[in-house]
């Protein structure tokens, strides 16, 4: 009896040690798997900041109140500022949103609130539906170009009396068809994430299908709607394919929205490109990135008030 007591101890020691020995290898593997997690992230910001950082250091050389309150003189001179681009980046980014915006946030709310599981949608409804989600996801992968050549057969070529050719309303509309599928998944996600109950609850107090999206839904979703609205324009912002094939690249400012114009991406894409100018595109390039930031945070501290105004704060 007393030599198994004894077996039963050393058992008993042996589990233990193996036990530690365990807990302690796992431990390792986590501090491992931590450290490469921060290494990453480490490694994404110094990169970042290093090409951020060195656009801006280099354009500050030539940035000045007259590069930017003088327009581009046109042609192959590289003489002149940025002032009509960053006004055409402007209307452009507003207009784009003013299209695109309502377009994809209606969209998402009838794919999920109205079309959505359990809705009991069958036959040619279900058909139409499950083809809507998949061209958004289509669409989402597309290249711009395609968007371009797209919107260049249709709202310069096609519709040229009613969009004027090469101007700022062809731009736009091409310029909405880009952003669509960003936010329409943007909105999606983000009206799925409000719990189910706020709108049982909502509908259990009496308020109509309609109110409960209007005065629930939409407020408990906003920060996610306006993170796809966001990045929605930083890539109208950014982009030059489609506007370069639609918006004509005129180095006026556009008077109205059958004008064509050019952005400041397209003004860089000019100036390293054609022009050879790469002192003026770093300038232009610093200028864009300081454009995005306060159009971001600008688009962020809207999205705040608009939210806190829903919820009746």
Not at 280 to 297: D, E, F, Q, R
Request: charged share 10%.
């Amino acid at each position: 009896m007393a030599r198994e007591a004894s077996i039963r101890q050393i058992g008993v020691r042996l589990s233990g040690g193996a036990q530690k020995s365990n807990i302690a290898q796992r431990h390792v593997i986590q501090q491992l798997a931590f450290a490469l997690m921060w290494l990453a992230a480490i490694l994404t910001v110094v990169v970042l900041l290093l090409v951020v950082g060195y656009v801006l250091v280099e354009g500050a050389r030539v940035v000045d109140w007259e590069f930017l309150a003088t327009p581009p003189r046109g042609g192959l001179s590289a003489e002149g500022g940025i002032s009509t681009t960053l006004v055409t980046t402007v209307y452009l980014v507003l207009l784009t949103a003013a299209i695109a915006a309502p377009l994809g946030i209606g969209a998402a709310i009838y794919l999920v609130e109205y079309a959505g599981e359990g809705q009991g949608t069958s036959g040619l409804t279900a058909f139409l539906v499950s083809v809507a989600r998949f061209g958004v996801e289509l669409l989402a992968g597309v290249p711009s170009i395609i968007f371009g050549l797209f919107g260049y057969a249709l709202f310069v070529v096609t519709l040229n009396a009613l969009t004027g050719g090469f101007s700022l309303l062809s731009a736009s509309l091409a310029g909405a068809c880009l952003v669509l599928p960003v936010i329409i998944r943007a909105s999606e996600e983000a009206l799925r994430a409000v719990p189910r109950a706020y709108r049982e609850g909502s509908l259990a107090l009496g308020a109509t299908k309609w109110q409960t999206i209007w005065q629930v839904v939409l407020p408990a979703a906003a920060p996610g709607i306006i993170t796809g609205i966001v990045l929605s324009v930083g890539r109208i912002v950014s982009e030059t394919a489609v506007f370069f094939v639609t918006l004509g690249g005129s180095h006026h400012a556009p008077q109205s929205i059958k004008q064509g114009g050019r952005t400041m991406a397209l003004h860089v894409y000019y100036l390293a490109m054609d022009t050879r100018a790469f002192e003026k595109a770093m300038g232009t390039g610093a200028i864009l990135i300081v454009t995005i930031v306060m159009i971001n945070l600008a688009i962020n501290l809207i999205s705040r008030r608009l939210t806190a105004g829903l919820k009746g704060r």
